[in-house]
């Protein structure tokens, strides 16, 4: 089985192919470019250094949303290309099951959280067993006070939310808690493509045609427009 994996879905981007259980090659990049830039070459970089024939993979695996609107644009268009050109399915990853997936070996609730201003987080609440994923809340948007008050086991917390709202976090948290390493802040594509796989065993794919990223709240310009909308 090989799956190409991709992630755009905040700062870090990176591209990996997965083969028969193993990682042949991952590329990830922290550059300040835009992914618009930047991930193409990353995919064609991995083709190179594989010798991958596209038309041998057997899905493309992308996060899905939430995260940066850009990102998920990108990274879904990126995607959906392929998907369509080489007529394989798409497995749409959550992006917030991507990311717990970088603590999947934690023996307490995971939290992972992505910044989504204005004092909310994107966030969800996961628990693993066996490298397996269980659900416990459902990637959704809230304000931290309201991610604390759902929380009340012992829990690590991971993601760019963390830096946003490390201190906050310590001073409304009542129960045992810690903060993932710095390197499990991002999304990468070699850690998600193991849920991926699990989702192709079960399938959990869909066509090209019917992928759409999923963002979890308006925009700012389309909050805007909205507003203006109803003021007017």
Same mark, same amino acid.
């Given at each position: 089985?090989?799956?190409?994996?991709?992630?755009?879905?905040?700062? /870090?981007?990176?591209?990996? @192919?997965?083969?028969?259980? *193993?990682?042949?090659?991952?590329?990830?990049?922290?550059?300040?470019? +835009?992914?618009?830039? +930047?991930? @193409?070459?990353?995919?064609? *970089? &991995?083709?190179?250094?594989?010798?991958?024939?596209?038309?041998? @993979? #057997?899905?493309?695996?992308?996060?899905?949303?939430?995260?940066?609107? +850009?990102? &998920?644009?990108?990274?879904?268009?990126? /995607?959906?290309?392929?998907? &369509? %050109?080489?007529?394989?399915?798409?497995?749409?990853?959550?992006?917030? $099951?991507?990311?717990?997936?970088? =603590?999947?070996?934690?023996?307490?609730?995971?939290?992972?959280?992505?910044?989504?201003?204005?004092?909310?987080?994107?966030?969800?609440?996961?628990?693993?067993?066996?490298?397996? !994923?269980?659900?416990?809340?459902?990637?959704?948007?809230?304000?931290?006070?309201?991610?604390?008050?759902?929380?009340?086991?012992?829990?690590?917390?991971?993601?760019?939310? =963390?830096?946003?709202?490390?201190?906050?976090?310590?001073?409304?948290?009542?129960? /045992?808690?810690?903060?993932? %390493?710095?390197?499990?802040?991002?999304?990468?594509?070699?850690?998600? !493509?193991? &849920?991926?796989?699990?989702?192709? #065993?079960?399938?959990?794919?869909?066509?090209? #045609?019917?992928?759409?990223?999923?963002?979890?709240?308006?925009?700012? /310009? $389309?909050? $805007?427009?909205?507003?203006?909308?109803?003021?007017?």
């Amino acid at each position: 089985m090989k799956i190409l994996a991709i992630d755009s879905s905040a700062v /870090a981007g990176s591209v990996c @192919l997965y083969e028969d259980g *193993e990682i042949k090659a991952e590329y990830l990049t922290l550059d300040k470019r +835009t992914h618009s830039e +930047t991930l @193409l070459p990353l995919i064609d *970089e &991995l083709k190179k250094e594989t010798e991958l024939d596209l038309s041998t @993979l #057997d899905a493309i695996a992308i996060t899905g949303g939430p995260g940066s609107y +850009t990102g &998920l644009r990108i990274g879904g268009a990126t /995607a959906k290309g392929l998907g &369509l %050109a080489l007529d394989k399915p798409i497995v749409n990853v959550p992006t917030m $099951e991507a990311l717990a997936y970088n =603590v999947c070996d934690s023996d307490v609730l995971v939290c992972p959280m992505m910044d989504a201003r204005r004092d909310r987080v994107f966030t969800g609440l996961y628990k693993f067993s066996d490298g397996k !994923v269980e659900v416990i809340k459902d990637q959704c948007v809230l304000t931290i006070d309201e991610l604390v008050s759902e929380i009340n086991e012992e829990v690590i917390f991971l993601g760019d939310g =963390v830096d946003a709202y490390h201190e906050l976090i310590d001073s409304k948290m009542d129960v /045992a808690h810690s903060f993932a %390493a710095d390197d499990s802040n991002y999304v990468k594509a070699s850690s998600f !493509v193991y &849920l991926a796989k699990d989702y192709f #065993d079960e399938g959990q794919v869909m066509s090209a #045609d019917d992928f759409r990223p999923d963002y979890l709240m308006l925009s700012q /310009a $389309e909050r $805007e427009l909205k507003e203006k909308q109803k003021n007017d």
